[in-house]
């Protein structure tokens, strides 16, 4: 990983030095990437006529490659990356934890569920 860092570290430098990319420009670049992951998941999911240029996994790296840039474009530090990506993760793994024990706690059917009661305005 910290190879790839590197290297995409050295092409945001290029960039901010020859086009004066900024984070509203790197934004908008995300949101094109987006786009075409979108187009791309819908044709793999059949609900989309189109030759494609990329599969969806391809153009998924594209929006990576923008939100590395984002980071380093807005005050990360290349060589640091890691060590926020694994706090960044492990938060990640303890939501997804809290999210799997709610469902290990679900009501087996048969049994009656518990009622919430919810506030209202």
């Given at each position: 990983?910290?190879k790839?860092?590197?290297?995409?570290?050295?092409?945001?430098?290029?960039?901010i030095?020859?086009?004066?990319?900024?984070?509203?420009?790197?934004?908008l670049?995300?949101?094109?990437?987006?786009?075409?992951?979108?187009?791309?998941?819908?044709?793999?999911?059949?609900?989309?006529?189109?030759?494609l240029?990329?599969?969806?996994?391809?153009?998924?790296?594209?929006?990576?490659?923008?939100?590395?840039?984002?980071?380093?474009?807005?005050?990360?530090c290349?060589?640091?990356?890691?060590?926020?990506?694994n706090?960044?993760?492990?938060?990640?793994?303890?939501?997804?934890?809290?999210?799997?024990?709610?469902?290990?706690?679900?009501?087996?059917?048969?049994?009656?569920?518990?009622?919430?009661?919810?506030?209202?305005?």
């Amino acid at each position: 990983m910290k190879k790839h860092v590197t290297k995409i570290a050295g092409l945001v430098d290029l960039d901010i030095k020859l086009r004066d990319c900024t984070p509203e420009l790197v934004m908008l670049s995300l949101a094109e990437e987006s786009g075409e992951l979108a187009v791309a998941i819908k044709v793999a999911r059949g609900r989309k006529k189109k030759k494609l240029s990329e599969p969806a996994y391809s153009e998924a790296v594209d929006i990576i490659i923008c939100g590395f840039t984002l980071y380093c474009i807005t005050g990360g530090c290349p060589t640091k990356f890691e060590a926020v990506f694994n706090k960044k993760l492990a938060k990640w793994v303890k939501n997804f934890n809290k999210y799997k024990n709610k469902l290990d706690k679900k009501p087996t059917s048969g049994s009656i569920p518990s009622v919430v009661k919810r506030k209202t305005r």
